[in-house]
């Protein structure tokens, strides 16, 4: 039984790695830096923009405020990120098609808690925080992968000018 859930808990760090979260950027002289869909990690000892993201849920729908939060090519955010319903949540950073294979995962894996440079699971009435410098341009967004709650609206857009 146990080499069973072993086996699963391989099954799915192979699945992460496959669902195109990071891979490694051989574009800065080889120096192999990790790079994520929406940019990569801030560095928390340089300055940053507050960005405060409320999670909650009622009346059948789930949400983010805001949802919607522009930020310029290279900028450094401070996401601080409260769950403020009575449910778990989650934060999870990357372009949409990653997010819609990742959400795909966590259909087979609705017990996965995120804490990762672009994502983090929350329980009811918690705070947590992300770095994250945008590198690119483009549409991004902000989702809760926990199954049943992307459905019910909680998602979100970031626009990288």
Same mark, same amino acid.
């Given at each position: 039984m146990r080499s069973k859930a072993i086996a699963a808990g391989v099954a799915v760090l192979v699945a992460l790695g496959a669902a195109g979260a990071a891979r490694a950027d051989s574009g800065h002289g080889g120096q192999g830096h990790v790079q994520f869909s929406a940019g990569m990690p801030g560095d928390p000892k340089k300055p940053a923009r507050?960005?405060?993201v409320t999670m909650r849920e009622g009346d059948g729908t789930?949400?983010?405020v805001p949802n919607r939060i522009e930020v310029k090519r290279n900028e450094q955010i401070r996401f601080v990120l409260k769950n403020a319903?009575?449910?778990a949540?989650?934060?999870v950073l990357a372009s949409a098609a990653d997010n819609a294979k990742? $959400?795909? *995962?966590?259909q087979k894996f609705p017990d996965m808690e995120h804490d990762d440079p672009n994502s983090k699971t929350l329980p009811s009435k918690a705070g947590g925080e992300i770095?994250?410098?945008f590198t690119k341009t483009g549409e991004f967004e902000f $989702?809760? *992968?926990i199954p049943g709650h992307r459905e019910a609206g909680m998602i979100g857009k970031i626009i990288v000018k």
């Open positions: 507050l960005v405060e789930m949400e983010y319903g009575e449910l949540h989650e934060f990742h $959400a795909a *995962l966590m770095v994250w410098r $989702a809760c *992968l």
